[in-house]
C-alpha cells in the first residue's frame, strides 16, 4: 500500500491541532497558531478544527448542529475579524436551560442569540433567507458560552476558526413558531437583575435566517449537507460579555421567551489564586 509524504502544510495543521487539543484537555490556553504558523490560511484553519471534532467523536461526542460565528459588528469589531466562521457543536457543549455551565471552561464570555432548530435538509442549489424559512421547524432564544483555547483572547480569523469557532458551550430556551420578522426580534441580557447589553435580530447578517443560509452555502462548498433536526446558533446580536464564576445571565425576548444559565462558583483553589 502507497502512502503519501506529509506535506509540510499537513505537519503545522496537525501540530496546531495537538496543541489546541492539549491546551483544551489540560486546562492551559495557548498561544496562537498564527504567530507560530503565519502560512496557516482558513482551508488549514477548517482542517485543524476538523482533526479535533473527530478527535472528540472518537471520545464519544456526538453532533448536535453548527455555530455560526462573528455576524454581527459589533463581534467583528470585537476581535477585529471582518467576515463569519462556524464550528460544529457537539452534544458535550449543551446545557439545560437554567442549569450550570461547565467549570472546565477557561475564559468564557457569553452571548446572546437567536436559534433555529432545521425541520428540513438545507440542500437547494440556491439558499437563502426564504429558503431557510421555509426549513425552520422553530427558534429559540440561546445564549451562546463562547471559549478560547488560546491566551488572553489574542486571536485572528484563523485562529478562531481552528478552536472550533471559540466554542464553548450552549442553552436553548423554549422552541416557538418563526416570527413574522425575525430581523426585528430583540433579545436583552441581564447579569443578575442588570441588563448589559441588547440587539436586534437584523445585527447579524442583516437577517439571522441569513447566517444559516451563509453557514449552508459554506458546508455545500466543502460536500456537507445541513440536515434536519439540526441546531444553528445564528450569531451573538451584541458584543460578547465576560463571564465570572458565580454570575447568572438571562437572555429575555417579547418575541421568543428566555433562557439562562449560571456559572459556577469559584473553588477555594480559584478564590486564593
Not at 436583552?188 to 441569513?210: C, K, N, T
Amino acid at each position: 500500500m502507497n502512502h503519501a509524504t506529509p506535506t509540510a502544510v499537513d505537519l503545522y495543521v496537525r501540530a496546531i491541532a495537538d496543541d489546541l487539543d492539549d491546551a483544551w484537555r489540560r486546562g492551559v490556553p495557548t498561544q496562537p497558531p498564527s504567530a507560530r504558523y503565519p502560512d496557516l490560511d482558513l482551508d488549514g484553519a477548517y482542517e485543524v478544527q476538523q482533526i479535533n471534532i473527530r478527535r472528540a467523536l472518537a471520545r464519544g461526542d456526538t453532533p448536535t448542529g453548527n455555530k455560526v460565528g462573528l455576524t454581527s459588528r459589533a463581534m467583528q469589531q470585537q476581535l477585529g475579524v471582518d467576515q463569519p466562521d462556524f464550528g460544529v457543536l457537539l452534544s458535550s457543549m449543551y446545557v439545560p436551560n437554567g442549569g450550570t455551565a461547565p467549570r472546565s471552561l477557561l475564559q468564557p464570555r457569553i452571548e446572546a442569540e437567536i436559534a433555529f432548530v432545521l425541520g428540513a435538509d438545507l440542500d437547494a442549489a440556491e439558499i437563502g433567507v426564504d429558503e431557510v424559512l421555509r426549513a425552520t421547524e422553530s427558534v429559540l432564544p440561546a445564549l451562546e458560552i463562547i471559549d478560547s483555547r488560546i491566551a488572553d483572547w489574542k486571536i485572528t480569523l484563523v485562529d478562531t476558526v481552528a478552536d472550533n469557532a471559540s466554542s464553548g458551550a450552549y442553552v436553548l430556551g423554549t422552541p416557538v413558531a418563526v416570527p413574522a420578522d425575525l430581523r426585528e426580534v430583540e433579545l436583552v441580557l441581564h447579569r443578575g437583575d442588570d441588563q448589559i447589553a441588547s440587539g436586534f435580530g437584523r445585527a447579524a447578517l442583516d437577517h439571522p435566517a441569513e447566517c444559516v443560509a451563509w453557514l449552508a452555502r459554506s458546508l455545500r462548498v466543502r460536500g456537507e449537507v445541513l440536515r434536519a433536526g439540526s441546531v444553528v446558533l445564528s450569531g451573538a446580536v451584541h458584543a460578547s460579555v465576560p463571564a465570572l464564576p458565580g454570575e447568572t445571565f438571562t437572555a429575555r425576548s417579547q418575541a421568543l421567551g428566555s433562557v439562562s444559565v449560571t456559572f459556577p462558583a469559584a473553588t477555594q483553589e480559584e478564590s486564593q489564586g
